[in-house]
């Protein structure tokens, strides 16, 4: 394991001996002041600007988390790709040690023995003769150069006082030193733009400190013992001793100095301390386990957007039709966190988990699970973990005798001979439908003091609380969760699940990324798939559905669009070969469209997704076709019904410069991970499913879907917003108008909370009836009666990605957010506003709906902001149908670069006696439409707004 040298060894005053440890450190070209130092030169930044680093040498690096900092050291190793997670803001540094080489180095063999003259018994290593007259080249060439081929552009260097374990005198010394100093000089000779940081050398930093960026250090303030195996206290005299260097280092030498310190990986509270000690001298620190195999608090503290949702959804009831994703998972995503499922009877993640998981929450379908001890165990260690747990339904074990002493739960004696009558709730028990007690589910158990009782219930002198908020999360008991109505297929929320997860899992208050709304328009998007595109049209003025709708919707209303053709439907090697000379024709007429963008519905439409891995392997199973569209002569093949007719539509239908970008699902829209890792290595996104319903007459939050599912790594399923006609229609059997209801959901998910942005769905089938098409009309005059911005499938689609991995970090009382740069908008908790003196990257902001905080819309991927309830007094976009980017902001001005797919327009608020110029044109008042042809509506327009002081 690679590792910072330093708490192994004592300090010794004159050899400044300080061998480290198990980490390593990284920083950038300039100087912090401390307090506790002299003043610093004139220019030098503050502690302000600090950059964040972080040291992770674990197998398969958080990249998610890790985003959040500047820069990120990992073991190289670990097989970790730099290119393959390329990113604006963050760059990757590899760790190399210099002064020693462990027999597992792929190098190591290719040294002379005469090189190796010595050892390290405490890592196993050998010490590297620095003095070899080969050694630089060597080092170069074996070490370094594989690397930078590998893409890394930065490197760690440590072990470099490995040399005082051989080197007795200072002649030998010196020799060595001089060594170190060659190789560093060949590194930057061969590789000049190559970033260097030192762990200590504090003895070769007069000769190479012009070559570096940074020096770090371990143990200020807290060190581990490897030998001992055990967390140390720093004593006084040696963190003086190390300030000295640090004072030295940036004053000398205008490097920047990083400390990496050592505390127990449960102990969140001991790192966040140790962290803020080592910031408040002006350095920067670092604060993690041992093994650096855990997210840190450096800097900015990573906030953990991930939820653990543990399932036991039986073998014949796929992911997909879980309660747990169809229900449970929405509520989670609207407070800012992604899930990702373990079922109980596999293999439940092992080891510290609170860096990455803000809370745990079980949803189990079994009041006893079959691996019960095992599962037990994993709970109490989470919870001593320091991991919230919120249990849904069931605990999934007993809660009498040891486990019910850990969770402070009473065993109640005997049971409800009568029915249970309510003695107290909580206002959130009785969400969508009043609790209805039953006996038979009742779980014999009544919480201690240090816990609130949500719903307690009584029958007699049995008296037990199905619900409560305790010191290590919270539970709902069944039926308290949710209710089943089986007659109408529908459910209701019992308990209000954003206020019990909020308090059970004690979720921070932080800005949450949101995929419904843009510069405070709520998102809209139109997408078609192509069932149907053969059908005729019921109705004079159109041949086919197809047709019709490209005459009386696209021509029409003229929103980004995009549209999906089955090839099996409409090519000569479909089922209608006769018909293609007029559908294939007609196709490309659509995507000529310059508002239309490609999209592919397969080859055959597979109706049953999880049938098309076995019949791909079968294909002498009878019936193999019976699950797909009845294509003469064609056997299931998944890179037919992907890769095939990608290729089918860009050779065939669409003009130079398009390409198809979109695979929509078909039929069950329940593709296995196969599927969808297919889809985006043949360079498509992917979309539909998840079966948003909600509706008057289904009014329940337990309607709306998630923003996906992630089935696996590179296999996320984005889901549609909203469902299409064949829904409202009852299957496509009437009555024709109904997709009009659809209005109902937009409404439902907007308001009181904007859950989803709107989305227009349908199928091409819509097309051949004339109520159809009115229901259509009326759809989208209501749509556009609405404050939305239109955008592509495409564009929703990498903002519901860029969700899954966005990264949220706090940096004292300033926020920190790092995404992709395709989801531009956070949601701010509460009524406090950007404040906008200061920050970085945000455009302005506007109220979210229903009282939920204030969206703060951003220029791009990354910002930096601090929030209050001052109101600016710079001028900020509050409103906007388009997108910002490169924002500058000077005093009461602000230039941005703007573009818009529909009708682009802003609204400058703030400020006073504001000029605003478009491309140097000088525009009048504050609401701005920028005009743009359809062929130019990519093109970005450089905007001014200048304002008085």
């Not at 300039?30 to 302000?48: I, L, M």
């Not at 990113?87 to 190591?108: D, H, I, K, M, N």
């Not at 299931?636 to 398009?658: A, F, H, Q, S, V």
């Not at 791009?860 to 500058?888: K, M």
Request: charged share 20%; proline share 6%.
């Amino acid at each position: 394991m690679p590792r910072i040298r330093g708490g192994l060894w004592a300090r010794c005053r004159l050899c400044a001996c300080i061998v480290a440890l198990t980490a390593s450190v990284f920083g950038v070209g300039y100087v912090a002041r401390s307090q506790a130092q002299a003043p610093a030169a004139p220019g030098a930044p503050t502690t302000a600007q600090q950059p964040s680093i972080a040291f992770y040498y674990g197998a398969k690096p958080p990249v998610a988390e890790l985003q959040a900092f500047d820069m990120v050291v990992v073991e190289p190793d670990s097989g970790f790709d730099p290119t393959q997670h390329a990113l604006a803001s963050t760059q990757w540094l590899s760790y190399v040690s210099l002064g020693e080489v462990l027999p597992s180095r792929s190098y190591f063999k290719s040294i002379p023995q005469s090189w190796l003259i010595g050892g390290n018994t405490a890592w196993n290593s050998h010490v590297v003769d620095q003095a070899a007259p080969e050694w630089p080249a060597f080092y170069v060439d074996q070490v370094i150069t594989p690397l930078w081929q590998r893409g890394f552009r930065g490197f760690f260097l440590d072990t470099l006082d490995s040399y005082q374990l051989v080197a007795k005198s200072d002649d030998d010394r010196r020799k060595q030193e001089a060594g170190m100093v060659a190789v560093i000089r060949a590194i930057k000779a061969k590789y000049p733009e190559a970033r260097l940081v030192l762990n200590r050398g504090f003895e070769i930093l007069p000769q190479v400190h012009t070559l570096v960026q940074a020096v770090a250090f371990e143990s200020l303030f807290r060190g581990w013992d490897q030998g001992g195996n055990r967390f140390t206290e720093v004593s006084a005299s040696d963190r003086d001793w190390l300030l000295g260097q640090a004072r030295t280092i940036r004053e000398s030498y205008r490097l920047p100095v990083i400390s990496i310190d050592y505390c127990p990986p449960a102990d969140r509270a001991c790192a966040r301390n140790t962290a803020a000690q080592i910031k408040a001298l002006g350095i920067i620190p670092y604060v993690a386990d041992p093994a650096l195999s855990q997210v840190g608090i450096g800097q900015i503290e990573v906030m953990p957007r991930r939820i653990l949702m543990v399932i036991d959804t039986p073998s014949d009831i796929s992911l997909d039709d879980s309660s747990a994703n169809r229900i449970g998972a929405m509520p989670l995503n609207y407070l800012g966190y992604s899930v990702e499922y373990a079922h109980v009877s596999q293999q439940l993640p092992e080891g510290v988990l609170n860096d990455r998981y803000a809370g745990i929450v079980v949803w189990l379908n079994n009041s006893i699970v079959p691996n019960q001890a095992r599962y037990a165990q994993w709970i109490r260690q989470q919870m001593d973990n320091g991991i919230r747990v919120a249990f849904m339904g069931r605990f999934g074990m007993s809660v009498d005798g040891a486990m019910g002493q850990a969770l402070g739960l009473d065993a109640v004696r005997g049971r409800a001979t009568r029915e249970l009558e309510i003695v107290s709730r909580d206002p959130m028990i009785g969400f969508e439908t009043q609790p209805m007690p039953d006996r038979r589910e009742a779980v014999s158990v009544r919480v201690r003091d240090d816990a609130r009782s949500l719903l307690r219930l009584r029958a007699g002198q049995y008296e037990v609380d199905a619900a409560a908020i305790t010191r290590w999360g919270g539970y709902v008991l069944a039926p308290f969760v949710v209710m089943t109505m089986d007659d109408v297929n529908q459910n209701r929320w019992v308990v209000q699940p954003l206020d019990f997860l909020r308090q059970a899992l004690a979720l921070q208050p932080m800005p949450v990324p949101d995929v419904t709304t843009e510069n405070g328009r709520r998102l809209m998007l139109t997408h078609i798939d192509g069932d149907g595109f053969a059908s005729r049209a019921e109705f004079p003025g159109a041949q086919y559905g197809a047709d019709a709708l490209l005459k009386d919707i696209l021509e029409r209303y003229r929103v980004p669009t995009t549209w999906s053709v089955i090839e099996g439907e409409i090519a000569a090697t479909g089922m209608y070969p006769q018909l293609a000379p007029v559908l294939e024709p007609l196709a490309r007429k659509i995507y000529a469209l310059p508002y239309v963008e490609v999209a592919s519905h397969t080859f055959s439409h597979p109706y049953d997704w999880a049938r098309t891995l076995e019949k791909e392997k079968d294909r002498s199973t009878a019936g193999y076709d019976s699950f797909h569209l009845e294509i003469p002569g064609y056997s299931m093949d998944l890179d037919r019904e992907i890769t095939g007719t990608r290729d089918y539509i860009n050779e065939k239908l669409i003009p130079p410069g398009k390409k198809v970008k979109v695979l929509l699902w078909s039929g069950d829209c329940q593709p296995p991970a196969e599927a969808v890792r297919k889809a985006y290595a043949a360079g498509m996104l992917n979309m539909n499913g998840g079966d948003t319903l909600i509706s008057r007459s289904n009014p329940s939050w337990t309607a709306i879907a998630p923003i996906g599912l992630n089935k696996g790594e590179g296999a996320f399923q984005v889901f549609a917003p909203h469902q299409n006609e064949n829904i409202y229609t009852n299957e496509w059997s009437g009555p024709y108008y109904g997709f009009e209801r659809v209005i109902e959901t937009f409404e439902m998910t907007d308001k009181p909370i904007r859950f989803k942005p709107l989305n227009i769905y349908y199928h091409t089938y819509s097309g051949t009836k004339a109520a159809s098409m009115r229901a259509l009309r009326k759809v989208y005059d209501y749509a556009m009666s609405q404050p939305v911005m239109p955008i592509y499938a495409s564009d929703y689609i990498r903002k519901a990605l860029d969700f899954q991995t966005f990264a949220v970090a706090r940096d004292g009382d300033t926020w920190v957010v790092r995404g992709a740069g395709d989801l531009r908008t956070v949601r701010v908790p509460g009524q406090a506003t950007p404040q906008l003196a200061g920050s970085q990257g945000v455009v302005g902001f506007s109220p979210a709906n229903g009282g939920q905080g204030t969206y703060v819309h951003l220029d791009g991927g990354t910002a930096r902001f601090r929030v209050g309830s001052n109101t600016p007094a710079q001028p900020y976009i509050a409103e906007a149908s388009g997108v910002t980017r490169n924002l500058v902001r000077t005093g009461n001005s602000m230039r941005f670069d703007f573009r818009g797919d529909y009708k682009p327009f802003f609204r400058v608020a703030g400020g006073s006696q504001c000029r605003v110029t478009v491309d140097g044109v000088a525009q009048r008042g504050t609401r701005v439409e920028v005009a743009a042809s359809e062929q130019s509506s990519q093109t970005f327009r450089r905007v001014h707004v200048d304002c008085a002081e």
